[in-house]
Nanobody
Framework: QVQLVESGGGLVQPGGSLRLSCAAS????????MNWVRQAPGKQRELVAT???????LYADSVRGRCTITRDDNKNTVYLQMDSLKPEDTAIYYC?????WGQGTQVTVSS
């Protein structure tokens, strides 16, 4: 079965950085586009970043220039490097493929 396991979240000060990881299993990872999606309290889910099988990347306007999505097909893992973090980046970050979701990892940006 498909499993997505996120890690790397935490509490960071404004301007700080975090690197999120999502370890995937149960499907042919290299054949699928991968997404990072976030949900802040009281808000709808927001697609943050997508990476294609050819490693093309797409970003939400809210994070473009501050986040980088990458993938390692040998490790079946997708990453989200987040820099210059802002309080409004506070959310649960989920790894997503089609109808499958991980459990999420909490990112809190606060001084």
């Amino acid at each position: 079965q498909v499993q997505l396991v996120e890690s790397g979240g935490g509490l960071v000060q404004p301007g700080g950085s975090l690197r999120l990881s999502c370890a995937a299993s149960g499907f042919t990872f290299s054949s699928y586009w991968m997404n990072w999606v976030r949900q802040a309290p009281g808000k709808q889910r927001e697609l943050v970043a997508t990476i294609t099988t050819g490693r093309a990347t797409l970003y939400a306007d809210s994070v473009r220039g501050r986040c980088t999505i990458t993938r390692d097909d040998n490790k079946n893992t997708v990453y989200l490097q987040m820099d210059s973090l802002k309080p409004e980046d506070t959310a649960i970050y989920y790894c997503n493929i089609n109808k499958y979701w991980g459990q999420g990892t909490q990112v809190t940006v606060s001084s």
